[in-house]
C-alpha cells in the first residue's frame, strides 16, 4: 500500500484530508507532537506517529514515505526543511501555503525537484487552485498571450467559534517581510512583469456571481497572485479577495500598520489579536468561486467562474485529490501549483463547475 504522512494530523485540514485518503484505500499516517490530540484525530485504518517539527526530516529520511503532505503553517518557515528531506527520501511533497512568501520559495525549488525526480506541488487549498485553473482554462483558448488579468476568490467560508490563533494573528501582524517590489504592509501587483506596491484593500470590484449573490472583493497580495501570472504570462496582473480588509479597516490599515514596524509592537499586537474570539458563522453562499477577467493585445476581454464547495471543504477535497494523484505516480518531476501540473480539470475532478462565456 502507498504511505502517505500528513503532517498537522490533528488539525482541522489535516484530519479531513486523512478520512478521505483513508477511505481511498491509502495508508496514511496522521503525524503530529502531542500524543492524545493525536489519538483522538486518527481515522480507523489509519496509523499516527508522534513527532516534533525538528524531528520530522529525519523521519521522512528513515521511513521514507511516498507523499508528505504538509498542513503546519507559516510554510514560509516549516516547508524547507521537510521539502529537504522529501527530495532526499524520494518522497512527493504538497502544501497548503497561500501567502507571497511561500508560494514562490517552493517554485523556486523546481530545479532541484527535475534533478531529484520528484512533485512539489504548493498552494494546494481553494484560493491559488480555483482561481489559476480559471485563468489556465481562459488562456488555453487563445493562441496570444493576455495583456492584463485580474483574479478573484470569494469563498464561502464557514467558521466554527474559536480565537483567532497565534498561527494566523502572527501571519496577520508580521505583512510581507522580504518581498521584493514595495514595503512590508503594502500589497502586491504585477506591472510589466514585475511586482509592485498597491494598497491592499484597494482597486474595490462589485461582481454578481452566477448564483446572484452580489460580492465585493479588493487586492488582497496572496499566493493567487503569483499563480495567475504564471498561469496566464500577462505583465500586468491582480489578485482581489472578497475577505481582503475593506471600508472602514482599510482606512485604518495605513494609521494601524506604520507603528507595526516596531518588533515590540508587532509582538504584542500579535498576542492580543490571537485572544480575539470569533462566533460561529454559517457559510454565506452556495458556492465559493474562482473567477478571472482576461485582457488581450486586441482589447478583447475574456471572463470565467469556477463554482466550488465551502472553502474549506474544497480545500480538503483539492489537497487530498493531488496527494492521491502523486500517489498514484500520476505526477511530473518539478515544482507546481496544482492546476499548472493537473490542468483545469484538476477541479473539475473533485466537482468544482466552470461557468464562463460570461460577457465582460
Ligand atoms: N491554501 C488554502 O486555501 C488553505 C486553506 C486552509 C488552510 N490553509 C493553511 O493550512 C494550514 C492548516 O490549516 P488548518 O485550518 O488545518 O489549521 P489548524 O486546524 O490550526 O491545524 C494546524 C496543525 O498544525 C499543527 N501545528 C501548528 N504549529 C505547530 C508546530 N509548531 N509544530 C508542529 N505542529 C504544529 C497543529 O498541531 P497541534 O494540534 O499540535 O497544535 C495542527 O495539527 C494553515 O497554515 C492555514 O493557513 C490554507
Not at 504538497?94 to 523556486?108: H, I, T
Not at 482554462?137 to 476568490?153: E, I, W
Amino acid at each position: 500500500m502507498t504511505t502517505v504522512w500528513i503532517l498537522g494530523g490533528t488539525g482541522r485540514t489535516g484530519r479531513a484530508v486523512s478520512e478521505v485518503l483513508t477511505a481511498r484505500g491509502l495508508d496514511v499516517v496522521l503525524v503530529g507532537r502531542d500524543a492524545g490530540r493525536l489519538r483522538a484525530a486518527t481515522p480507523p485504518g489509519a496509523r499516527s506517529m508522534v513527532l516534533t517539527s525538528a524531528e520530522v526530516p529525519a523521519a521522512v529520511r528513515r521511513d521514507r514515505p511516498r507523499v508528505v503532505l504538509n498542513t503546519v503553517g507559516p510554510f514560509a518557515g516549516t516547508a524547507d526543511p521537510v521539502v529537504d528531506a522529501c527530495l532526499d527520501a524520494g518522497a512527493d511533497y504538497v502544501d497548503l501555503a497561500n501567502d507571497m512568501a511561500a508560494v514562490p520559495a517552493l517554485l523556486a525549488r523546481n530545479a532541484e525537484a527535475v534533478a531529484a525526480g520528484r512533485t512539489l506541488v504548493t498552494g494546494a487549498g481553494f484560493g491559488v487552485t480555483g482561481t489559476e485553473s480559471v485563468v489556465a482554462r481562459l488562456t488555453a483558448t487563445r493562441s496570444d498571450a493576455p495583456l492584463r488579468v485580474r483574479v478573484d476568490m470569494v469563498p464561502s467560508l464557514a467558521l466554527q467559534a474559536g480565537q483567532v490563533g497565534e498561527a494566523l494573528a502572527g501571519t496577520i501582524v508580521e505583512g510581507l517581510p522580504g518581498i521584493p517590489g514595495g514595503g512590508r504592509f503594502q500589497g502586491r501587483l504585477y506591472l510589466g512583469g514585475q511586482l509592485h506596491p498597491t494598497r491592499i484593500g484597494g482597486m474595490v470590484q462589485r461582481l454578481v456571481t452566477p448564483d446572484g449573490d452580489v460580492v465585493t472583493t479588493a487586492a488582497m497580495p496572496l499566493g493567487e497572485l503569483v499563480a495567475a501570472q504564471r498561469a496566464s504570462g500577462a505583465p500586468d496582473v491582480l489578485a482581489a479577495s472578497s475577505e481582503a480588509p475593506s471600508g472602514r479597516l482599510v482606512g485604518l490599515l495605513p494609521l494601524g500598520t506604520s507603528i507595526l514596524v516596531f518588533a515590540p509592537v508587532r509582538r504584542l499586537a500579535g498576542r492580543l489579536l490571537a485572544r480575539v474570539r470569533f462566533p460561529d458563522r454559517p457559510a454565506p453562499r452556495t458556492h465559493s468561486w474562482g473567477h478571472a477577467r482576461v485582457t488581450w493585445t486586441d482589447g478583447s476581454v475574456t471572463r470565467g467562474w469556477l463554482a466550488l464547495p465551502e472553502a474549506q471543504e474544497a480545500t480538503v477535497v483539492i489537497a487530498a485529490e493531488v496527494v492521491r494523484r502523486l500517489a498514484d505516480d500520476e505526477g511530473r518531476p518539478g515544482a507546481w501549483t496544482p492546476a499548472a501540473l493537473f490542468g483545469p480539470e484538476l477541479a473539475e475532478s473533485v466537482g468544482g463547475r466552470y461557468v464562463d462565456g460570461v460577457r465582460a
